[in-house]
């Protein structure tokens, strides 16, 4: 009977899902912060979106013939790849840098380890990990949303955009009659400033982040294409545990332990870091709880693994954007717990029925 039995790579679905099921029930809880990003963004949003997707698929089906494999493109996993490299990359990132980004993370994030199930890391956070080491200043140029920008283009207009950065997004009054993409500090870039002013005793105050609190729940602020509106996140978070996609686990470990570290520099000092409940809705942290970190394939199989993985993520993170150079260690949070999920996975078997586990 044991020819009968079939061993393949994660993720292992025990439920009557499909691996495509699945990944179809991640897209659509993706679906309301790709409605947010093109209400804020608008034809940037578009493109960066477009870019990224149609080069993750095209990209896996050129690995696919090249290594003579089977289409792989049904599991949708290309898709999700591309929605989240997508998210994670700023509006005004031109569609070459985007298609160069999904060809990492495609080729060298999932591909060469097999493809779907057999790679260590994210691949969209590899994607992302690429285009932050090779094209800085773009992945840190952030426009304001179309809400506060009313020059920029609506869907389908083609015009010529100019970079103006500010500090803080200009009055009606200041703003330029030629079409200009206004660029402006992002809430933990503002954060990361306040923070290293705190040895000076002057600068930028914690205050300044936490009273735009309403505006990142919403979406109105710079940043990232789809890490900007908490609210859409958090809609398709909640369709996800309602659908027992993902477990509430990893979501509940990594935004837990960032709301303990976070809570822990507030209360020391309330004034140079922002408040912990304003740390969960910026940048990349719901993204990364609810999308990221869920990756069944990258992620630890046992619960108390999950449990100690999501904490891992959630305190690097916070580590990073307090302490380190960096305003935001999402991605650098995933990918370092990528790493070590094998070592997780060791330490944490589950004992066998009437046995123990082996050494």
């Known amino acids: 009977m044991l020819h009968n039995i079939k061993v393949s790579h994660s993720p292992h679905i025990r439920k009557h899902h499909s691996t495509q099921s699945v990944m179809l029930d991640v897209i659509i809880g993706l679906l309301p912060a790709v409605a947010a990003s093109l209400i804020f963004f608008r034809a940037k949003a578009a493109i960066v979106l477009t870019s990224c997707i149609v080069s993750c698929v095209v990209f896996e089906a050129l690995c696919n013939l090249a290594r003579k494999k089977p289409n792989s493109l049904g599991d949708l996993s290309a898709v999700i790849t ?103 500090a992002t809430p933990l870039a503002l954060s990361k400033e306040a923070i290293k002013s705190k040895a000076a005793g002057k600068g930028t105050s914690a205050e300044t982040v936490n009273n735009i609190f309403k505006y990142m729940v919403i979406g109105e602020k710079g940043g990232c294409l789809g890490e900007t509106s908490a609210i859409a996140l958090i809609i398709g978070g909640i369709y996800m545990l309602l659908r027992g996609t993902i477990s509430y686990i ?110």
């Open 250 to 359: 990893l979501p509940a470990a990594v935004l837990g332990s960032a709301f303990l570290c976070a809570s822990i520099g507030w209360l020391i000092d309330p004034q140079y870091y922002i408040a912990p409940w304003v740390h969960l809705v910026g940048g990349g942290l719901l993204i990364g709880a609810f999308f990221i970190a869920t990756d069944p394939v990258t992620a630890p199989l046992t619960k108390k693994g999950m449990w100690i993985f999501g904490a891992g993520v959630g305190a690097l993170t916070m580590l990073i954007r307090m302490v380190g150079e960096y305003p935001e260690g999402v991605m650098f949070a995933v990918l370092l717990m990528n790493a070590v999920t094998p070592l997780i996975d060791r330490f944490t078997k589950l004992t066998p029925t009437g046995g123990k586990v082996n050494a």
């Open 82 to 184: 591309g929605i989240i490299l997508a998210f994670s990359l700023p509006p005004t990132m031109p569609a070459w840098a985007c298609v160069i980004g999904s060809g990492f993370a495609i080729i060298i994030g999932k591909m060469v380890f097999g493809g779907l199930g057999a790679n260590i890391f994210n691949p969209a956070m590899a994607g992302r990990c690429f285009l932050t080491a090779c094209f800085g200043a773009m992945m840190t140029t952030w426009t304001v949303p179309a809400t506060i920008d009313s020059q920029m283009p609506k869907m389908g207009e083609t015009q010529n955009w100019s970079i103006s950065t500010s500090a803080t997004p200009p009055s009606a009054s200041t703003v330029s009659p030629v079409p200009a993409a206004i660029t402006s």
